[in-house]
């Protein structure tokens, strides 16, 4: 009987979901609503906006010495490959999300991202970044010339 018991015993906790399954499944189900969330997609909406895409798309691509028939073809098949793979882009950013921040965290984000100021902040990103990048290229430049000085100098 007592090894009835242990067997019974053992097959319950075996198949039995473990409190850190539940609240494992639990956070990935509030990571999947932040980045679900309209203000989240409104972030990707405009990193995957063609101009916005091709921007980190074009440095990769052997585009040089094309002629600028097959550029455009190029940029055209590179943008349209970019764009299909923004499922996998989201089901990492969710995992991410769950791996990294807690409940708690992922639930504020949600709420704020869904928030007067929160959606201004969304409406206002790419407005800033240019703003931002704008500023920060001669920074950028200055930095790159003054590697490229020390390594010159360095090899005489």
């Known amino acids: 009987m007592r090894l009835l018991v242990s067997i019974v015993t053992l097959v319950v906790i075996l198949t039995t979901p473990t409190l850190a399954d539940d609240a494992t499944d639990r956070k990935r189900e509030v990571a999947e609503r932040y980045v679900r969330s309209p203000a989240v997609q409104d972030i990707l909406n405009q990193m995957l906006a063609p101009q916005n895409a ?7 691509l052997p ?7 097959d550029r455009e073809i190029l940029i055209k098949l590179a943008y349209e490959e970019f764009v299909t793979f923004r499922p996998q882009m989201e089901e990492a950013l969710i995992t991410a999300a769950a ?20 959606r201004g902040l969304v409406a206002k990103q790419q407005d800033f970044s240019s703003r931002y990048l704008a500023m920060y290229a001669p920074i950028i430049e200055a930095y790159v010339a003054s590697v490229e000085k020390r390594v010159e100098a360095a090899n005489e």
Not at 101 to 117: C, D, G, H, M
């Open 99 to 118: 791996e990294t921040f807690t409940e708690a965290e992922l639930i504020a984000a949600t709420r704020y991202y869904q928030s007067k100021e929160g």
């Open 63 to 69: 585009i040089e010495d094309a002629s600028e028939e």
């Open 54 to 60: 091709l921007a980190q798309i074009l440095p990769l």
